[in-house]
Each structure stands twice: as structure tokens, then as C-alpha cells.
């Protein structure tokens, strides 16, 4: 069972990350997404640098849409989690 957030990102550091580029995020981007947290329970999402402006609302989107946890945002990387129904 994760207890917190260093946990959390401890098991990041492994996880697979999903690329944002400058098409930014569509269905597509989003059910790639939730494929990987049912098999993974963690993402990485690293986001373009000239999409950096709009990184906040993808990551606003992308959480409400998968239901995922915000773990932590550093830089152009955000992490997300769902636990494993």
C-alpha cells in the first residue's frame, strides 16, 4: 500500500512517461493515459517546452478526465496516480 508522496515519487522514477507535445492533449493522449495508470497506477507526463504556458490547464483536464491524483509537478514533468480499482 503507498503511504505518501515519496513514496510516490519514488516509484516514479520507473514509471512510464507520456509525451505532450505542441498538438497538446486530445481522446487519444487521454486513453493512452488511463491505459497506462490501470496497468501502472503511475504516470509521468512531460510536457513540450512551447506548451509550457498551457501546462497547467492540460494538467487540470487530464486529472478530471481520468480521475487520476496530482502527485507533484516539477519543471515540464507532472506526476499522476490512480490506485487500482
Do not use: C, W
Not at 22 to 40: F, M, S, W
Not at 62 to 70: E, Y
Amino acid at each position: 500500500m503507498i503511504q505518501n508522496k515519496k513514496e510516490l515519487m519514488n516509484r516514479a522514477l520507473n514509471a512510464m512517461t507520456i509525451n505532450i507535445g505542441k498538438a497538446g492533449v486530445n481522446d487519444n493522449v487521454i486513453e493512452e493515459i488511463k491505459r497506462q495508470l490501470k496497468a501502472n497506477e503511475i504516470v509521468k507526463l512531460k510536457f513540450a517546452k512551447n506548451i509550457a504556458r498551457d501546462k497547467d490547464a492540460y494538467i487540470d483536464e487530464i486529472v478530471s478526465k481520468t480521475r487520476a491524483k496530482l502527485v507533484d509537478v516539477r519543471g515540464h514533468v507532472a506526476v499522476i496516480y490512480k490506485k487500482k480499482p
